[in-house]
């Protein structure tokens, strides 16, 4: 088993956090997350709930069990610092945990996070007492900036989300684990297992996956399938991964110990 | 659990073969064999030992129990197909499994196999009954040829061996795995546990691993991180491995079902 | 030939902007420059030299002729926005065009910019009239905010400074041109031709190289293999660039035309 | 300029050759030949004419002049070793140059070659003194042999003809270069300019064009992008190529002799 990821002094033992959005049913998420062995669930606080009267986080906390997932509510579809830092409060007076993942994107096709935004609305959530996650691209520079005004993790993006092509920003979230003095999680663009196994490999401390498993024709399978490589990838890590070599190195006329 | 491998009418629960080159010790062998869950274990046929009056597969067989794995003999260190084939018989003769890893590399700095040696050994060690399974270039026409003389597999590799760099023939693997009616085992180069993980998603029925993990730090744990990684690479491509998008998806906007 | 760059209204030739650090020598550079057919040259506003009575360009201007080249005054050293935006109006004051490469990078390893200052700076240098061409990371979100608070080019890095690593986030470059309204210029990280080649396939309107110029045994040679990759890169996207297949598509068969 | 390329003792100024499949005219082939500055074009020997009264020749030598260029027939459609044969005579009978492009490709899907037939085709061939360039997989064992029985090149292919992708084969095409005695051309699988200074900068000798030009919107256009890519690439790769780093070195505040 690799080591327990800590994030704001809580400890976790999977690091693989999942999304909530696009499944075909609530059994079927209700099943994957029981069988990613997941502790960290992001939930979306929809926009168009939030004027209503009927509790916007009725449904969602039927669904996905309190005393077993830290429920991470997520900013998606805020536009700005300030819709964010509403709706962050938004959430947390609706009786959610303090703990948010900041996620601003104007952008309408990618969906690709604002820095700008992001950083403001980061620094304003830390002084309010929230542990911020922030969803970032993976920009080394601004990594840093929001580790320094007290970000809990950063949330590089391996590739923009729902695209599943992996981790496209290798060289940089290189970067950010080598200066990260808080939790590194890589989250979206992970289409297949083996994106989560190298996430980790690259020294990642956790990797959020969404639509790879929700859209799966076996979403409770595809969960177990990328907990597994996740782990798999945490082990290798832990241990220490090898160079690349530029050419051969002969195993099997090696084995000296076989002989007599 | 993914479906069992069958090579030569013979079931296999485990994906991953393990090699037996470069491990530290006889019982640091044993455990990662023991560690990676793994059914089919390679052993090199030592040129060196081949005239010794001392039976050159003592040692060796005391540390692979063959009830539980079968014995893969390989041909390493041949360097045609008339040293391969007389290799295999003198396996054969001195109890062996009839099944051969067929490696042919008069190659001393990369390793690589020779292809026309390969054919040529192939076809004779077919007609003589041997379970060929032969070690070869991403060459989609050479592995066409060699099932159709009657191979049980065919072992292209991902990169030299002992190089760590993965499946640096990806476009060819694939056209192997499309135009395959026997079995695919991604052979050499797979550094990391993401490396496995992705040639199972390519459609590789089994990889083989070695150096990778006999020179780990922990060769049991990395034999573990492999064989999950394996497993979770399988069962995501026997479900069904989603498109690369271009553009984003979005993921939590569209949870509609979480609405009231 | 292409088309012309058009950058701020003013027309440009070239797509090849050189920068002048690391050359051997000041003649070495000239002869470079000469070599390139470039129409841009970056020069860096040096720190060190602000407070001195010495005009800090006196030297650099004796050997980049104005009248033949565009001295485009870069804030390279600058660790924040107060102090780029100071530089900036040293060099207008001292006669330089008012043309300014925007470059704030507190990172002394990577030399990667800061988004969130560099977004500062060049709001206001646009409000004092300047033409702004900012570095920035790969990031798209702020490429277009750049664009929309009236910076004549973007010019996000293909890879860290001086790493010749080509074009490492080819995805968010592809986005940023996608999105662009103004010319996008690739900048940091081009190690051979074929990067600049690339990057001008992808859409790039322009690159800028220094290092790999300056050190190359022979830096005009090596300059003018870079403007002639450049040139190739842009007339094939000009003329369209095709498809990648997954299959091959014979080429001779089908010449049907050579038959009587 | 780069050095000149020697094949079987004749010298080259162009290092790129030119297929004349796909082209929409005879006229718009005849332009992108003129070009491309090439000096070496290959045409197929059309199965479908070798029994036909009429010279197959006849056409296609109306088209290519043959003082210009070097008239390289290929095998392109043979299936295996004696047809190939049977067609390169045919085509020295004819009074075509006894230079032959051996291309042996039984598979209808991707075009790939057959190692074992090229190599029988080859042997044959140099004995009744053609000088030989044979089309082959990436595979460095075969290229080796290929130079050993006396081909006069050897011609790795970057990906599947007509694929576009660009060198998909890279490790192997490195390790080609490495252990060459005779020039190395990269074949099939350009697309674009920058693949062909990437062929270039990774040391082979040549390129060989065909669908990226012939399909052009503007062929002709096309064929100079390509010119200029290929001798870009040279001359880089003739100065010496810079390393790949991880992290930055700066550039601009190195210049040192820009200060008094």
Chains 1, 2, 3, 4 share one sequence.
Request: aromatic share 4%; no cysteine.
């Amino acid at each position: 088993m690799s080591d327990p990821l800590v994030i704001a002094g809580r400890e976790f033992r999977s690091r693989l956090m999942l999304g909530t959005g696009k499944f075909g049913s609530p059994s079927a998420m209700k099943d994957a997350l029981e069988a990613s062995g997941t502790e960290i669930v992001t939930v979306a606080l929809r926009r168009a709930n939030l004027t209503g009267e009927k509790d916007p986080f009725a449904d969602i906390l039927e669904h996905v069990d309190p005393e077993r997932y830290l429920v991470l509510a997520n900013t998606s579809g805020a536009m700005d610092a300030a819709e964010a830092v509403r709706l962050a409060k938004l959430a947390a007076a609706a009786g959610l945990p303090k703990w948010i993942k900041l996620e601003i994107h104007p952008d309408p096709n990618y969906l690709l996070p604002d820095p700008i935004e992001t950083l403001k609305a980061a620094e304003e959530l830390v002084k309010e007492g929230f542990v911020v996650l922030p969803y970032i691209n993976a920009d080394p520079v601004l990594a840093k900036r929001l580790q320094e005004v007290g970000t809990a993790t950063v949330m590089p993006l391996g590739a923009p989300i729902g695209s599943n092509r992996g981790i496209s920003t290798r060289d940089q979230v290189r970067i950010i684990v080598e200066q990260a003095t808080v939790p590194v999680v890589v989250d979206a663009g992970l289409g297949v297992p083996s994106h989560a196994a190298e996430a980790m490999e690259l020294g990642a401390d956790a990797v959020l996956v969404n639509t790879a498993i929700a859209v799966a024709s076996d979403p409770s399978g595809m969960a177990r399938a990328f907990a597994m490589a996740t782990e798999a990838g945490r082990m290798a890590f832990e241990m220490g991964l090898p160079d690349q070599l530029d050419n051969a190195e002969a195993t099997s006329p090696l084995t000296g110990f076989l002989q007599g």
